[in-house]
């Protein structure tokens, strides 16, 4: 079936730093893409959807200029955590649909110290 | 309340059948999902059923759709230990293009 490759799987940053996530389409070609976010044992809460060549789309409560997208290909988005903080570790997990099925990538564990 | 809910537990001896309910409040639900995330994992697609199907099986997985009482099961038949794991239900909402998912049911195998 499809794959969504994410990268990292893990990552441990210093506080103030950014920290770059890939998410990558890997036999289809993806005009969107989605970003969640998942706290522990807890469920999965949108971030933003990722459009190719155009700007991505935030809900509610979601700092764009914290959590910047990128998707500059058609089989990959970026998500970009700037100036992390320790309430932004958290397991960031991608999507992409190549028709009704949604795939989801490995997810990214991220822990800001 | 929340748009999907499911039971946080569900307990089952191995060799029997699991059975995972979820219950949701869009009526434009156009498709809903099953995935199952391992600790540490991302989530699996393990099914999925389109808003105007009853039910769906894919081997020992059986879909139950009640789209009247919004009401979605997953049956698991012959359960295994390797099934141990979160499941989550998920639906797409019309005119929406994420998911809203569940809070996930903690499937536990007793030997």
């Known amino acids: 079936g499809a794959v969504v490759s994410q990268h990292p799987s893990r990552v441990i940053c210093k506080s103030g730093t950014s920290v770059k996530i890939e998410c990558r389409s890997l036999?289809?070609?993806?005009?969107?893409m989605f970003w969640y976010r998942q706290f522990p044992k807890q469920s999965l809460m949108l971030m933003a959807t990722?459009?190719?060549?155009?700007?991505?789309?935030?809900e509610q409560g979601v700092e764009k200029d914290k959590f910047l997208i990128n998707h500059a290909s058609l089989t990959l988005s970026t998500l970009t955590v700037t100036s992390a903080h320790p309430e932004d570790s958290s397991f960031y997990i991608c999507?992409?649909?190549?028709?009704?099925?949604?795939?989801f990538g490995q997810g990214t564990r991220l822990t800001v110290v | 309340g929340e748009d999907v809910e499911q039971s946080l537990f569900l307990s089952v001896r191995e060799g029997d059948s699991s059975v995972i309910n979820c219950t949701y409040t869009?009526?434009?639900?156009?498709?809903l999902y099953w995935y199952k995330q391992e600790p540490g994992a991302g989530l699996q697609l393990l099914t999925y059923?389109?808003?105007?199907?009853d039910m769906k099986q894919d081997q020992r997985l059986t879909v139950l759709l009640n789209k009247k009482d919004k009401h979605l099961s997953l049956r698991i038949a012959d359960t295994q230990t390797g099934d141990s794991a979160i499941y989550f239900c998920?639906?797409?909402?019309?005119?929406?293009?994420?998911?809203?998912f569940g809070k996930g049911t903690h499937l536990i195998i007793q030997p």
């Open positions: 999507s992409a649909r190549p028709q009704a099925e949604a795939f």
């Open positions: 036999d289809f070609q993806a005009t969107t």
């Open positions: 990722s459009n190719e060549g155009s700007k991505a789309t935030y």
């Open positions: 869009d009526s434009s639900s156009t498709y």
């Open positions: 059923i389109f808003s105007n199907m």
């Open positions: 998920a639906e797409k909402q019309g005119g929406a293009d994420g998911l809203t």
